[in-house]
């Protein structure tokens, strides 16, 4: 009997220690889980700490860069009310012209570079907000398939052509652009430019690229192509900044080619539709220096008079 009892009080000891081991191991489940979630939130603080900062220094950067441009721009202003003071003086009006291009490529870039901080911006904003917004146990990841389950991209999507990489930045073609042109990679830029066109047609810089890739050609000697660049300036983009310099160099280039007439009018139309820009004034020096009237003279009454 006593031995029986004995048995009898190992066995229930045994059946209450039995569930020991399974709660032990669910507690210690949970203080990982509870662990993991405290070190999610603690990266999120820095990366939030991290990206206010990132972003203030954008935002010092931009309002640093709208200052220079609206330096370019009363320097630029300040240019024109020269140029206009000189009245028909051929050699500095040809040198202020100069000075002129050159600070409009300058505020384009500036422009760019504005542009792209603000995209920047953006796009750190974004990513704080879908940070932000993941919950705090974090997604299943997709390679965790249950037995039995087809795995992802199983079907026939697993056989399409992978997708194209997307374009650049527009900001970042239209800058290399630019500082290919000026070091005269010529090709190089003018691949660049045509980038702008193919993939950002609207932008406020396709424009820009159209007018750079007519100089392009201008500086190579390809007369005939520049025309055609300039013409699609004044055609498809005719209130973009560019086209005055566009109308001007159209018809330098026409001249150069002993297009005399075609050159001429394009100079009295660049007079005509842009009346106030540097452009117009150097145009006036062009036709004074060839001998030739601005204004086209009105035809006589007696040469329409039948004979």
């Not at 820095?46 to 990206?51: D, K, V």
């Not at 907000?129 to 965790?144: C, R, W, Y």
Request: overall charge neutral; hydrophobic content about 35%; some cysteine.
């Amino acid at each position: 009997m006593r031995k029986t009892l004995i048995h009898l009080t190992a066995v229930a000891t045994l059946a209450l220690l039995c569930p020991v081991p399974r709660a032990h191991a669910v507690s210690k489940e949970m203080v990982q889980l509870q662990t993991q979630v405290q070190n999610l939130q603690d990266m999120l603080q820095r990366l939030q700490q991290s990206n206010d900062e990132r972003m203030g220094v954008l935002q010092h950067l931009v309002e640093q860069t709208a200052d220079n441009v609206n330096r370019m721009s009363q320097t630029m202003n300040t240019l024109q009310e020269q140029i206009k003071s000189q009245g028909e003086g051929g050699n500095k009006i040809d040198q202020m012209s100069g000075q002129m291009q050159s600070m409009n490529d300058s505020v384009d870039e500036l422009k760019s570079r504005i542009s792209n901080l603000d995209k920047t911006l953006q796009s750190i904003q974004a990513q704080l907000q879908n940070v932000s917004s993941q919950p705090a146990g974090g997604g299943v990841p997709q390679n965790n398939v249950p037995a039995g389950q087809p795995m992802p991209n199983s079907g026939p999507e697993a056989n399409a052509p992978p997708a194209q990489p997307p374009a650049p930045p527009v900001d970042q073609l239209y800058q290399g652009g630019l500082r290919d042109l000026n070091s005269a990679k010529y090709d190089v830029a003018a691949g660049e430019f045509s980038d702008v066109l193919k993939y950002y047609p609207q932008d406020n810089l396709a424009g820009n690229a159209q007018f750079y890739l007519g100089e392009i050609a201008y500086r190579q000697g390809d007369y005939k192509t520049a025309i055609q660049n300039y013409d699609a300036v004044l055609e498809q983009f005719a209130g973009n900044p560019k086209a005055p310099a566009a109308q001007l160099h159209k018809a330098e280039a026409e001249l150069a080619m002993n297009q005399r007439d075609a050159g001429v009018r394009d100079l009295r139309n660049l007079i005509q539709r842009y009346p106030q820009t540097p452009e117009a004034a150097q145009a006036r020096s062009r036709l004074n220096g060839m001998g030739v009237r601005i204004i086209a003279p009105k035809p006589s009454a007696y040469s329409t008079k039948p004979q």
